[in-house]
C-alpha cells in the first residue's frame, strides 16, 4: 500500500524558513515524479514544485528563488525547504506523485505565515 505523510509544517512569520518532508511508503518512489502541491482556503490544490525520478526540477513562478524541491530516494523522503516565505504562501502543503494521483493524498501540513 502506498501512503504518503507529511510533515514540518508550522507558524512562521513573513520572511522565515520552513522545511518540509514526505514520506513515502511502498515501492514506487525511485520510479516516478513527485511533487508538492498546496491548497489555500476557498482556491483549488495547485502544484508548487516537482522533481523527475532523474532530479530535473520545476516550479510554479509564485514561488521561482524561494523553495527548492529535493529527494532521498535512498530514505524515500522527498523534501521542500521555503525561503522567503509570504502571507500568500499560506496554505495546507501535500505531496503526491506528478501527475497526481487521487488516491495518493494524504492529510498535508498547514503552513501558516502570519506576523
Known amino acids: 500500500q502506498v501512503q504518503f505523510v507529511e510533515s514540518g509544517g508550522g507558524l512562521v512569520q513573513p520572511g522565515g524558513s520552513l522545511r518540509l518532508s514526505c514520506a513515502v511508503s511502498?515501492?514506487?518512489?525511485?520510479?516516478?515524479?513527485l511533487g508538492w502541491y498546496r491548497q489555500a482556503p476557498g482556491n483549488e490544490r495547485e502544484s508548487v514544485a516537482v522533481i523527475t525520478s532523474g532530479g530535473t526540477t520545476n516550479y510554479v513562478d509564485s514561488v521561482k528563488g524561494r523553495f527548492t524541491i529535493s529527494r532521498d530516494n535512498a530514505k524515500n523522503t522527498v523534501y521542500l525547504q521555503m525561503n522567503s516565505l509570504k502571507p500568500e504562501d499560506t496554505a495546507a502543503y501535500y505531496c503526491n506523485v506528478h501527475p497526481s494521483r487521487r488516491e495518493y493524498w494524504g492529510q498535508g501540513t498547514q503552513v501558516t505565515v502570519s506576523s
Open positions: 511502498g515501492s514506487i518512489f525511485k520510479f516516478y515524479a
